[in-house]
């Protein structure tokens, strides 16, 4: 596989620039660029990949096996409702001390975003007065598509990935509106209801050749006329739904109970959280977008009809608290109740106290390095190998999507390994005779 330089800069583009993980996202690549901070939760900056057997002793980090863009060669720009820069935006989200601020005050106060699409009736418990006016959605998606080459021109890029990191809108299940690039088209020029948003910045992005990362649960780029687009395109897209706490737990949890044949009567998840993310949720029809994301991993996992006597009848329930007071520190608590051996009932109770955009933070530098590695690599379309960060992972029609944590970092790890034209680890020596296997893992 022939991989093209990372010659010059790469530009990112963040859909709500001045959100809580944008922003703390920012803060921390310009601490890390400074020299004041290390890339804490990073796989691609501080994870390291195995090559050829383990007493080969090869463990390179991946940032040097592979030709990432360097965190220093990253220009910053981005979209949002509120026409504050990302310094304001940072002392308003209260998820970094003023300490940490201080050190990139200069570099977030010269951020400040471009005009945003919005509409109040996709997110319903926020406005903004900063958004884009135009006739129909046609119209407003060419606007942002001179954004685009605007930001291209001004910084002399020649690569751009574009990460949504707004809000999760209104729930819309798949339409026929969504599904041909004509029917698509169509409906921007008429205003289909059926049009979120999201929709518009993604098929922007990739009309312009910049990649799309969908960090939400929102449908955004998961619909058959943009990933078509994607492929005519050359360009490469991956979402949905950054995965930072309860979901990372399940994905654990889940394949661990069905490793060891154990079975699950229920699991009752809740949360807490205050900041705008939490608020947006609190209105139901943003929290159906976030519900579907969340209940489709344990089935996935599990898999009911294969393990009928284990799994054919749980009880799975997941809800999320608006609680002001708390902010940005999420709580999760989870209730399961699992049988073993003769159908003895046990219990695991996991409460994880966790802050919701330092989690998500090295998940969006990451995106960014790998998806921009991909366009490269001239691999477009869906980028199913990106499936770690994500809870419901974008996935063609016909293949089942991969949830158990483990399994998704392999698949990470050997697609790298393929790009580098270096064998996968399979765990096993090719190389064992008379049915005796060498496992070296």
């Not at 990372?6 to 601490?31: C, E, R």
């Not at 980090?61 to 935006?89: H, T, Y």
């Not at 009848?313 to 002001?324: A, C, L, S």
């Not at 399994?407 to 765990?427: E, G, S």
Request: charged share 25%.
């Amino acid at each position: 596989m022939e991989i093209k330089k990372p010659n010059g800069k790469l530009g990112v583009l963040i859909v709500g620039l001045n959100g809580a993980v944008s922003t703390t996202f920012l803060a921390g690549v310009f601490a890390i660029k400074k020299g004041l901070a290390k890339p804490i939760g990073s796989i691609s900056q501080m994870a390291t990949i195995r090559i050829g057997k383990r007493s080969d002793n090869n463990f390179p980090l991946i940032k040097d096996f592979v030709p990432l863009e360097s965190i220093d060669n990253l220009v910053f720009g981005g979209w949002d409702i509120r026409d504050e820069s990302c310094l304001e935006a940072s002392r308003y989200a209260k998820v970094l001390e003023e300490k940490d601020l201080n050190n990139v005050a200069e570099e977030l106060e010269n951020l400040r975003p471009m005009k945003a699409v919005f509409d109040q009736n996709y997110v319903k418990r926020l406005s903004g007065e900063h958004v884009k006016k135009g006739e129909n959605k046609y119209e407003l998606m060419l606007q942002l598509r001179e954004d685009i080459k605007e930001f291209r021109t001004k910084n002399s890029l020649d690569r751009v990935v574009v990460i949504w990191a707004g809000s999760t809108e209104v729930f819309i299940p798949l339409k026929d509106v969504h599904k041909t690039k004509e029917s698509f088209i169509a409906g921007m020029k008429n205003n289909d209801v059926d049009i979120a948003p999201s929709m518009l910045y993604a098929w922007a992005a990739v009309s312009e050749g910049a990649v799309y990362i969908n960090g939400s649960p929102s449908l955004s780029v998961d619909i058959p006329a943009i990933v078509d687009l994607a492929t005519e395109n050359n360009v490469p897209i991956a979402g949905k739904d950054f995965k930072t706490g309860q979901t990372l737990i399940k994905t654990v949890i889940g394949p661990m109970l069905k490793t060891r044949m154990l079975g699950l009567n229920g699991w009752f998840s809740t949360n807490i959280l205050g900041n705008r993310d939490g608020e947006v949720l609190d209105d139901a029809s943003s929290f159906k977008t976030k519900e579907e994301s969340k209940l489709s991993v344990l089935d996935t996992v599990l898999q009911p009809d294969v393990y009928p006597d284990l799994y054919g009848n749980y009880y799975h329930k997941v809800r999320i608290n608006y609680y002001p007071p708390r902010g940005d520190n999420k709580e999760g608590w989870d209730n399961i109740d699992i049988f073993g051996w003769l159908g003895y009932p046990m219990q695991l109770k996991i409460n994880f106290l966790c802050r919701d955009s330092i989690l998500a933070a090295p998940i969006v530098l990451d995106l960014v390095l790998f998806a921009d590695l991909a366009l490269r690599a001239n691999m477009k379309g869906i980028q199913d190998w990106l499936s770690l960060f994500f809870k419901s992972p974008m996935h063609s029609e016909n293949t089942v999507p991969e949830h158990d944590l483990f399994i998704q970092l392999m698949k990470l790890k050997n697609t790298l390994r393929k790009m580098m034209n270096v064998a996968p680890v399979t765990h096993i020596d090719a190389n064992a005779t008379n049915n005796e296997l060498e496992c070296y893992e």
